[in-house]
């Protein structure tokens, strides 16, 4: 043992390690015990559970592979980031039920309208006049709104990668789309100036606006499903030959591994659910019969967008724990096992020390996710099925 330690502890190892002091370290170190390293499965379970509900999903300390690692790698070396906004819904501003009721007059439907546009205006925007009366300003309003929402969704859908490469970026899918939704709000905005004129603010200017209306969140939202089908097509090829080969050289029994990959397909598969859903709901909004299904529609976009936000951070969590997992569980040559243990014991306020005291949490921690993904019996706790649309 004596001689093992006179080599094991020459003086290029001690430097290599940054640890001077063990050159003077005394003889009676080699009877120290062993530092607990047992997994605590209190721990494990709270970062896991911190990791699965979204606020420890980045997993920081990828450093040298994986997602993390190598952010303007080529679609396909691991998933994107997650989904643009979709169009929002604002039932509160439709002008449907006012063109059911007389328009003219003082009305509370028309104050709660008012109100609610006032507090969708985007930032910059004049406050508009509360009256509880219908006049041009508060027609013409809605057109202030629909165009920061498209120029929120334009910007977002820019920042996606073009599905045929870096350079068919002008042939994106959802730049017809985009057009046709700002074409349709110019409309708004035009039949909207008949009511500088009061005495044509009537129901039929008000259901032509309302058309208008939902013919430019129409168009919105196919852009969205279409950027949404680019961006679901790179992410559904996050089980990359490099990963698996990573999961399948992990420390772990065989039997974990096997079931680690496992639960990638089942993302696999939703993620391919997702793709469906969203190319049905575009079907549907492109069909001649799209006003039937236009409020069914909407809603199953704002639903499949809550179920995104969960799998996007799921996916993005499978992909980067096993790299994690790799480096923090890499072999170490057995003489600096030793001297770790004797760190840990004899000089546990160290700076070394808490080093790799630091080390050994995250190696607990991220091996607690690695075995609850694992575990898992069914899909992650995201994406149930969601009722499809009449006509589907």
Do not use: C
Not at 124 to 142: K, M, N, S, V
Not at 149 to 171: F, N, T, Y
């Amino acid at each position: 043992m004596k001689k093992f330690l006179r080599d094991s502890l020459s003086l290029p190892s001690i430097a290599f390690l940054g640890l001077p002091w063990l050159s003077m370290a005394p003889g009676g170190m080699i009877a120290a015990q062993e530092n607990d390293a047992a997994i605590k499965s209190e721990e494990r379970a709270a970062f896991s559970n911190s990791l699965f509900d979204g606020s420890g999903v980045d997993v920081p300390w990828v450093l040298t592979r994986g997602p993390q690692a190598a952010p303007a790698a080529a679609a396909g070396a691991g998933p994107v980031g997650a989904s643009a906004a979709a169009p929002p819904e604002r039932s509160g501003l439709s002008l449907d039920r006012l063109s059911a009721s007389d328009p003219t007059g003082y009305s509370p439907q028309v104050l709660i309208l008012q109100s609610r546009l006032n507090a969708d205006r985007p930032p910059g925007t004049p406050e508009l006049r509360i009256t509880g009366r219908l006049d041009y300003q508060t027609l013409a309003f809605p057109a202030l709104i629909l165009r920061a929402d498209l120029d929120s969704l334009s910007h977002e859908l820019g920042r996606l990668p073009p599905a045929g490469g870096p350079g068919k970026a002008k042939g994106t899918p959802w730049t017809t789309a985009l057009q046709k939704a700002r074409t349709a709000i110019d409309s708004f905005a035009r039949a909207a100036l008949s009511a500088r004129d009061p005495s044509r603010i009537r129901p039929s200017l008000l259901r032509e606006l309302s058309l208008r209306q939902k013919e430019a969140e129409r168009w919105a939202s196919i852009a969205w499903l279409e950027g949404d089908l680019s961006r679901l097509g790179v992410e559904s090829r996050f089980l990359t030959p490099d990963l698996r080969a990573t999961i399948k050289s992990l420390p772990e029994p065989a039997a974990s591994r096997d079931d680690y990959l496992r639960a990638g397909e089942t993302r696999r598969r939703l993620l391919a659910s997702l793709e469906h859903d969203d190319k049905t709901d575009a079907r549907l909004l492109e069909s001649a019969g799209w006003l039937a299904h236009y409020r069914s529609v909407r809603q199953a976009i704002a639903d499949n967008q809550r179920q995104e936000l969960i799998l996007d951070r799921s996916v993005r969590l499978y992909a980067a724990v096993p790299y994690a997992l790799s480096e923090l569980a890499a072999p170490q040559p057995a003489p600096k096992r030793l001297l770790e243990k004797l760190t840990v014991r004899f000089f546990p306020d160290s700076r070394r020390a808490k080093e790799i005291e630091t080390r050994l949490r995250r190696l607990r921690q991220i091996e607690g996710a690695f075995l609850q993904i694992a575990a898992e019996k069914s899909a992650p706790r995201s994406v149930a099925g969601r009722p499809r649309p009449p006509g589907s």
